[in-house]
């Protein structure tokens, strides 16, 4: 099985608009996770404490394909279906 590691991210940023974070230095790395499923579940769960700052967000780097960019895969092959 191939490893598939994510690691998930968040922060305040400048427009909710757009991506572009407030403070690089404030950005609050929550985790790396073996599967989409672990790194999906820890994304909703600070997304959901932040939800009453519309300027904070979160995301999830799909860190496997750093390693191979060739490959893209979709969120339902990430959780095996």
Not at 62 to 75: F, I, K, M, N, Q
């Amino acid at each position: 099985m191939t490893q598939r590691l994510h690691f998930v991210f968040g922060g305040d940023l400048i427009d909710p608009q757009t991506t572009e974070f407030k403070n690089v230095d404030d950005i609050h790395m929550v985790g790396v996770y073996a599967d989409y499923a672990s790194a999906y579940d820890a994304w909703k769960s600070e997304a959901q404490r932040t939800v009453d700052n519309a300027h904070t967000r979160y995301f999830i780097a799909h860190l496997h394909r750093l390693r191979d960019e060739e490959a893209e895969t979709s969120t339902t092959e990430e959780l095996g279906h």
